[in-house]
């Protein structure tokens, strides 16, 4: 599921905004790179242009992950959070003043960023009520009933999840380790609550079932 729900990337290739296209630069980034940390004096907005990006706090030795961005999905490096390549990949960079012109030629930059910016912030709040008040467990069920409630598939009387991640993302979003994550996916296998159907494809047969876990 894109984070924002909006596809910049498309608006660009607009022939009228070619002008507008020109002030972006692309840069490359590798896989597990850190390419913005909080430290950094760079002033940039960015577009992922391709691959994904991990948007996340960083405490001593813990990491907390609010959310995954991905092609078209647009980000502010003055946030105070690290930004760091899930995937080879690129991004599509800029200067502030330069997106002021942006936000005035293209209303939608303006939405997509308080959208984006939005959603970090309800996913700060949730980061932080889970680890204050739930058990990994609880977060992982909770996680998969909010992505299948929103991005899942109708499939054979139940709802088909493409995640698109990893377990080791997966852990790093939850804040957890991905032995643990790993155990508690199996754990939920022999229960019956999700069925693995190939990689990063789950099939959740009862989303009533997996709402009763978070609510307990």
Known sequence: ????????LDELKRIELADLRDVFNSRQVKKGAIVFS???????????????VRI????????????????????????GCFVQAL??????????????????EVPLFNRTMVRVLGKILQNSFS?????????????LSGYLYKEAHSA????DGGIELELDLTIEQLSQILGA????????????VREGLVVKR???????????????????
């Open 152 to 155: 899942g598939v109708p499939v």
């Open 87 to 104: 995937e080879d990949g690129s991004l599509l960079t800029t200067d502030v003043q330069s997106v002021k012109r942006c936000m005035t």
């Open 38 to 52: 909080p430290d950094q004096e760079e002033d940039l907005v960015f577009i992922v242009e391709s691959g994904k």
């Open 127 to 139: 980061v932080i009520g889970g680890l204050a008040f739930k058990d990994i467990y609880a977060r």
């Open 56 to 79: 996340y706090l960083g405490y001593e030795d813990k990491e907390f992950t609010l959310g995954i961005l991905q092609p078209g999905d647009l980000y502010s490096t003055h946030a």
């Open 177 to 188: 380790t991905r032995q643990t994550v790993s155990t508690l996916l199996n754990n939920m």
């Open 198 to 216: 190939g990689r990063s494809k789950w099939f959740i047969p009862d989303l009533k079932s997996l709402e009763n876990v978070v609510n307990s």
């Open 1 to 8: 599921m894109k984070f924002s729900g909006i596809n910049l």
